[in-house]
């Protein structure tokens, strides 16, 4: 597609459930990216993934939260036994190759899956 | 502790002045520095990258100023308009880190008639 495309683009669950979240980058950007953004906060910054493999899962959580790529393309973030706190907006990002100090690395954001834990 | 800091109270200015938002990061050697542009209820987007070897650097109406020494970048957008009104982000790639883009919470910028 044209934009990297996030579904679902709310999400009400309620606590103790499970949650998926899905990403599809734009089209032959290698890496993706999920940040989590809470009211009034910046994004903060969960994985990164380069092709099919976790470069970089320093900002996940706990291990509630998993993400995965199988195919080097659509992403899909996974929340398990969901908590009130886990109340944000997830954004998926990607870019045509990682982030470095030799290239830009500008990111590419979709619009964000709102998740709500009653 | 590391930390980017970005004023969060709004900045209001009227049309036509210069509105200039301040990014300031403590413990942080970045590689290089950018903004983005988010308007409510969408994702970010890119506006600018700055290097840690650049001071200046410019795009239509934007400037970008980054002084290392004070640890510090400034984000100016000239002739304002009101449909600049959003909330401005920077970001920041620390030097020997790959792809781990860490962002400061955002100044919103209202702009008036």
């Known amino acids: 597609g044209a934009g990297v495309s996030q579904t679902p683009s709310n999400k009400v669950t309620e606590k103790g459930k499970y949650v998926e979240l899905r990403c599809d980058p734009i089209?032959?950007?290698?890496?993706l990216y999920w940040y989590r953004q809470s009211l009034g906060q910046g994004p903060e910054f969960l994985i990164y993934?380069?092709?099919?493999?976790?470069?970089?899962d320093s900002g996940l959580p706990n291990d509630r939260f998993f993400a995965v790529r199988p195919e080097g393309s659509v992403s899909t973030l996974k929340i398990q036994r969901t908590e009130r706190g886990d109340s944000a907006v997830y954004l998926c990002?990607?870019?045509?190759?990682?982030?470095?100090?030799?290239?830009?690395?500008?990111?590419?954001f979709g619009e964000g899956s709102r998740l709500t834990v009653l | 502790s590391q930390k980017i800091e970005q004023n969060s109270e709004a900045l209001n200015i009227q049309e036509g002045k210069t509105a200039t938002l301040t990014c300031n990061y403590t413990?942080?050697?970045?590689?290089?520095l950018q903004w983005y542009r988010q308007d409510p209820g969408r994702g970010p987007v890119f506006l600018l990258l700055?290097?840690?070897?650049?001071k200046e650097k410019r795009k239509e109406r934007l400037k970008v100023t980054f002084d290392t020494t004070l640890k510090q970048s400034l984000f100016h957008i000239t002739a304002s308009q009101p449909a600049d009104s959003a909330t401005y982000l920077c970001?920041?790639?620390?030097?020997?880190?790959?792809?781990?883009?860490?962002f400061g919470t955002g100044t919103r910028l209202q702009v008036t008639l």
């Open positions: 990002a990607s870019s045509l190759r990682a982030s470095g100090i030799s290239n830009t690395g500008e990111l590419f």
């Open positions: 089209s032959g950007h290698t890496a």
């Open positions: 413990n942080y050697s970045p590689a290089y």
């Open positions: 993934f380069q092709g099919t493999g976790a470069a970089d």
């Open positions: 700055i290097r840690e070897n650049e």
């Open positions: 970001a920041l790639l620390k030097t020997g880190t790959a792809s781990k883009l860490t």
